[in-house]
T-cell receptor
Framework: DAGVIQSPRHEVTEMGQEVTLRCKPI?????LFWYRQTMMRGLELLIY????????DSGMPEDRFSAKMPNASFSTLKIQPSEPRDSAVYFC???????????FGDGTRLSIL | QKEVEQDPGPLSVPEGAIVSLNCTYS??????FMWYRQYSRKGPELLMY????GNKEDGRFTAQVDKSSKYISLFIRDSQPSDSATYLC??????????FGTGTSLTVIP
């Protein structure tokens, strides 16, 4: 079975550019999560969706960050404009229901120069 | 106080040793407990998942939950170099509260 698929795996771009990260959750999973991981802060939850609806976006650091889930099989996390402090690994995770654990993709390693 | 506390290590053990990894948590409402293993440049991989207090065993891995003291542990028997990774504890309840520890880095030396 395919796991959570994220693209791109690596992204290097210059400060001020728009960055779009993509995620395909596991088929049949109804919740999707976006995390950011850094050495200093560990895993931070940015936003999560239930049945394509954003439930909690309190972890989104600034208005520069936005996330969408137009359908059950696709989500994007966008940063516009990007800044060097956004450099981190961004993970997407999904779960089948609220009684089950999350399953993670392999992340997007983002570097903002 | 963080919701989940985990000693970051690093922890270094010889091959074949028994490894003990531990976390404490603060919210007694947590119902579900997990351990994830994360290799370098990979995503966290679910290793163990349990609902109740007590032990759950899977091969060389045993997860232990003590809800009375809010303490969760992962034991690795006969540790192998391939077990070298970062281990994250996590917990959640059906009220959509979920928390991850910061991870313990483990190196098993051949």
């Amino acid at each position: 079975d395919a796991g959570v698929i994220q693209s791109p795996r690596h992204e290097v771009t210059e400060m001020g550019q728009e960055v779009t990260l993509r995620c395909k959750p596991i088929s049949g999973h109804n919740s999707l999560f976006w995390y950011r991981q850094t050495m200093m802060r560990g895993l931070e939850l940015l936003i999560y969706f239930n049945n394509n609806v954003p439930i909690d976006d309190s972890g989104m650091p600034e208005d520069r960050f936005s996330a969408k889930m137009p359908n059950a099989s696709f989500s994007t996390l966008k940063i516009q404009p990007s800044e060097p402090r956004d450099s981190a690994v961004y993970f997407c995770a999904s779960r089948v229901d609220s009684n089950q654990p999350q399953h993670f993709g392999d992340g997007t390693r983002l570097s903002i120069l | 106080q963080k919701e989940v506390e985990q000693d970051p290590g690093p922890l270094s053990v010889p091959e074949g040793a028994i490894v003990s990894l531990n976390c404490t948590y603060s919210n007694s409402a947590f119902q579900y407990f997990m351990w994830y293993r994360q290799y370098s440049r990979k995503g966290p991989e679910l290793l163990m998942y349990t609902y109740s207090s007590g032990n759950k065993e899977d091969g060389r891995f045993t997860a232990q939950v003590d809800k009375s003291s809010k303490y969760i542990s992962l034991f690795i028997r006969d540790s192998q170099p391939s077990d070298s990774a970062t281990y994250l504890c996590a917990n959640f309840n059906t009220g959509n509260q979920f928390y991850f520890g910061t991870g313990t880095s483990l190196t098993v030396i051949p």
